[in-house]
């Protein structure tokens, strides 16, 4: 049961931070540049791509369609994120992190540690729930 309300939790909070990305794709280019790691091209791609790609691993983890693929591929952007995040602070930026779509704050660097560490937790949580569901016989009525 733990396993499924985590599931939908980060199955949505990726398919709303895609959503409100997708929306203002421009603004998240130049959130994306902020962060001074990537050229602008390159800024603009993650601007145009990396929300879809939050949009159908949230779906998929909600709908537990190519969950083996919606897990790695949360994982992986869950960990750039946090290389990011740590990188700004560690050279001291002052931006706004993007997340959610445009943001007025700064970035409160401990609290998005924090924060993306315990979701990498959880999706390990989930890839462990997965493997041993994938040893044990399936259960009928429960997804």
């Given at each position: ?74 994982t992986v952007m869950t960990a750039a994120f946090l290389a990011a995040i740590l990188s700004a602070w560690w050279r001291d930026l002052d931006i706004a992190c993007g997340c959610f779509g445009p943001e007025i704050n ?38």
């Amino acid at each position: 049961m733990a396993s499924i309300i985590l599931r939908w939790a980060i199955g949505l909070l990726f398919l709303c931070a895609g959503l409100l990305k997708a929306s203002d794709a421009q603004q998240f280019a130049m959130d994306v540049q902020n962060y001074e790691l990537t050229s602008w091209t390159f800024s603009i791609l993650i601007a145009v791509y990396l929300p879809w790609l939050e949009i159908v691993s949230g779906i998929a983890l909600i709908a537990r369609r190519l969950y083996s693929g919606a897990l790695a591929a949360s994982t992986v952007m869950t960990a750039a994120f946090l290389a990011a995040i740590l990188s700004a602070w560690w050279r001291d930026l002052d931006i706004a992190c993007g997340c959610f779509g445009p943001e007025i704050n700064h970035t409160n660097y401990p609290l998005h540690i924090i924060g993306n560490t315990l979701l990498l937790l959880a999706l390990a949580f989930l890839k462990i729930t997965e493997r041993r569901s994938n040893l044990q016989p399936a259960q009928p009525g429960i997804s």
